[in-house]
């Protein structure tokens, strides 16, 4: 898909629904069953030789839906449903959430994820990204630092009081006059990390950029951090819980993740390096006993699950790293690092780690 984002204003892709649903119609006219056929895309697969293609950005074979099978009729309805709505999004000039279409139908929708694959299934149709669909997700993702850029006509400041947290912006595409003087962007997996570098005031001994997205980060988030890579050509560090579920919101900054699988090139941030928490963190930082929780069945299954992932051969010391967190069989929380000094993170482990090489 990375070839076809030429056409994705909202000209052409009203001309694209256009054009698709005349295709339908005749069909339907000539007495064919209507057939879309999808390209289907994926970012990781489980050849261990990782020669497999997965990060190519092209699909990996198609799907067809079509109306002789029960499952399908009802998920082609639910496309179109979505498809109207979409149309008229860009026909007003507006913009609405992946909520706000669920609501429109919601006793055919069922569910939110219904919705989101009906959105998915229209951009790998149209060949665009979910933004050009005028559909926006709420923003969870916040940043601080030395930084200052303007949306859709505002100004964001965060140069004046680097310390201060400022929301994500929502509309990337809209992000311009992007000012830094900052080193370095730091990723933190949790808005309590945040919070606590924040009250440290971090930032104003650290000429960095700080963004969270809360846990998995949403789309605007990963937008957001691509563009400031791009832009600022900035070394980029993340530092999550050391955790199974951590190590995956760490890949999904990289790597991307599989439901976006098609748009991974627009979301992807290779250059991240992992900063931490490693499993050794525990020794070398003496934590306690009951600092380090015993690995769930949960855990183990999804730990053992990443580590068939093809990428993770382009990244064997990442790789290496889980399959220790797997065999000490524990884990353990950003925050237990503080557990000598609560601004042990600010004071010690961070800088530490950055001006000693200690990243991966």
């Known amino acids: 898909m990375a070839g076809n984002r030429d056409h994705t204003n909202p000209s052409a892709l009203l001309n694209k629904i256009k054009e698709f649903t005349r295709s339908l119609v005749l069909d339907l006219c000539n ?34 839906i079509s109306l002789r099978r029960d499952f399908h009729a009802h998920r082609l309805d639910v496309l179109l449903r979505v498809l109207v709505i979409v149309q008229k999004l860009l026909q007003e000039n507006k913009h609405g959430s992946k909520r706000d279409i669920y609501y429109m139908h919601p006793s055919v929708f069922s569910d939110q994820t219904i919705v989101d694959r009906a959105l998915n299934d229209i951009c790998i149709l149209l060949h665009c990204s979910r933004h050009n669909l005028n559909v926006v997700s709420v923003g969870n993702g916040l940043v601080m630092g030395w930084l200052r850029f303007s949306e859709s006509g505002r100004t964001f400041d965060c140069l004046r009081r680097p310390s201060t947290a400022h929301p994500v912006p929502i509309y990337v595409e809209d992000v311009m006059d992007i000012v830094s003087v900052a080193k370095y962007i730091l990723v933190v997996e949790k808005e309590a990390v945040f919070n606590r570098l924040a009250n440290d005031r971090f930032c104003d001994t650290n000429r960095c950029i700080i ?57 992807r941030v290779p250059e991240i390096r992992w900063l931490g928490a490693f499993p050794s963190d525990s ?59 609560i601004s042990l993170l600010s004071d010690e482990y961070i800088p530490s780690k950055l001006q000693g090489g200690f990243y991966i």
């Open 31 to 64: 007495g064919r069953s209507p057939v879309v056929t999808l390209g289907r895309y994926r970012n990781h697969c489980s050849d261990p030789t990782g020669n497999c293609g997965c990060g190519s950005d092209k699909h990996k074979g198609v799907e067809v």
């Open 211 to 267: 963004i969270t997205g809360r846990g998995y980060p949403d789309i605007p988030t990963r937008r957001f951090l691509r563009l400031l890579v791009e832009k600022l050509r900035l070394p980029i560090y993340c530092l999550v819980d050391c955790d199974p579920y951590g190590f995956d919101i760490l890949t999904t900054y990289r790597f991307g993740s599989m439901q976006m699988a098609y748009d991974a090139i627009f979301l």
């Open 283 to 341: 020794k070398r930082y003496q934590l306690p006993e009951q600092c380090l929780l015993p690995l769930t069945t949960d855990d183990k299954r999804k730990a053992a699950a990443m580590l068939s992932r093809c990428y993770l051969q382009q990244a064997p010391i990442w790789r290496s790293e889980l399959e220790t967190m797997l065999q000490s069989g524990v884990k353990f929380e950003i925050e237990a690092l503080s557990v000598t000094s």
